[in-house]
């Protein structure tokens, strides 16, 4: 029997030996530790053993299996150790390869200066309004004060996509939403789209953007107009601007007055940007038509209200010194990403 211990021992390092993973490793416990492995199978085996000799035996089994179990705990040391070098080296990073960019996107240059319009109007007390793209003769022309034979109103100038139904060619139809939908005070912008059946050219597009304003209140006169547009045009082109009025005509407004800003390129003694004169025309305005009120239901005797509309593409391309407004709705990305960073 104790030939037997001995040769089980031999038998059993030499095989933890050639061991090279963790699941042999495992097979090797069962092999020889488990319940039914061959150190359990040689204790079994004592009752065979002479009475006087079984101690020794017992303990020589015994000692066998402490020295298995030690070494088998020092081969999973060993060899979880490899194993965790191996999957280290395996998922390396090299910190020292070059990085890939992510390239980010940024706001339409429209949409900056739009961002600011809507900033220096606010801190005046304006709301944001929004309005429909698809509006309604009433809206758009109707209760604008617009006669029936306005040439605005003509198939070459208006997209109509029914009897009653067109695009609208000008923001000014949010006035009549929101006085509808609001009493005075009234002190609201509503920036848009807005469509006219124009032939495109460098300063001329199909589809454009206006920022129409509205603000209706009890005194309200032109001086204020002035005030409010003067503020927003050293806002937007800096403290030294000059803002000028000429009288205009719009069906909406009495009186009209179309509004120059002296041209922050040459600062009014002529240069390419302004064509020469020293001054750029911006936007339409004037005090809201007494007719146009009381078609809200209004009081004109009571209340009393200005409008404009801000033509953004000119105060984008004239700021930003673009020569052709086509630019800014071909989105080519070269000329985009000038805007951003
Ligand atoms: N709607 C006018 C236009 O498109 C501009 C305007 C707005 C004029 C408000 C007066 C008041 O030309």
Not at 169 to 194: D, L, N
Not at 248 to 256: K, V
Request: charged fraction near 25%; glycine fraction near 8%.
């Amino acid at each position: 029997m104790k030939a037997q211990v001995e040769s089980l021992r031999t038998a059993a390092l030499g095989a933890l030996a050639e061991l090279e993973t963790l699941k042999e490793l495992e097979e090797f416990r069962v092999r020889y530790l488990g319940k039914k492995g061959e150190v359990t199978a040689l204790l079994r085996g004592m009752g065979a053993v002479p009475a006087e000799e079984r101690p020794a035996m017992g303990q020589l089994i015994n000692q066998l299996r402490s020295e298995l179990e030690s070494a088998l705990e020092a081969k999973e040391t060993a060899l979880s150790s490899l194993q965790k070098a191996a999957q280290l080296k395996a998922e390396t990073l090299d910190v020292t390869m070059p990085g890939k960019a992510q390239t980010t996107g940024g706001l339409h240059p429209l949409n900056i200066v739009l961002a600011d319009l809507i900033d220096i109007f606010q801190s005046m007390g304006f709301d944001v309004v929004d309005g429909p793209e698809v509006e309604t003769d009433h809206y758009c022309f109707e209760a604008l004060n617009v006669p029936k034979d306005h040439p605005a109103r003509d198939m070459q100038d208006t997209f109509y996509l029914g009897e009653n139904l067109l695009l609208r060619t000008q923001t000014s139809a949010a006035q009549i939403r929101t006085m509808e939908q609001r009493k005075p005070p009234i002190r609201i912008i509503c920036p848009g789209r807005v469509f006219r059946a124009d032939e495109v050219d460098a300063t001329h597009s199909p589809v454009f953007h206006q920022v129409e304003g509205l603000v209706v209140d009890k005194n309200i006169t032109m001086c204020d107009l002035k005030g409010v547009l003067e503020q927003f045009a050293h806002e937007i082109y800096g403290p030294d601007t000059k803002v000028r009025f000429r009288p205009s005509f719009f069906p909406f407004t009495e009186p009209s007055v179309e509004v120059d800003v002296s041209c922050s390129a040459c600062g009014g003694t002529g240069c390419r940007v302004c064509k020469g004169n020293g001054w750029i025309e911006i936007l339409g305005a004037g005090m809201v038509h007494p007719n146009v009120l009381a078609g809200c239901g209004i009081d004109p005797e009571v209340y009393s209200g200005f409008a404009f509309g801000i033509g953004l593409d000119r105060l984008t391309t004239t700021r930003y010194k673009i020569s052709d407004i086509r630019l800014l709705f071909e989105n080519d990305q070269r000329f985009l990403e000038q805007f951003n960073g």
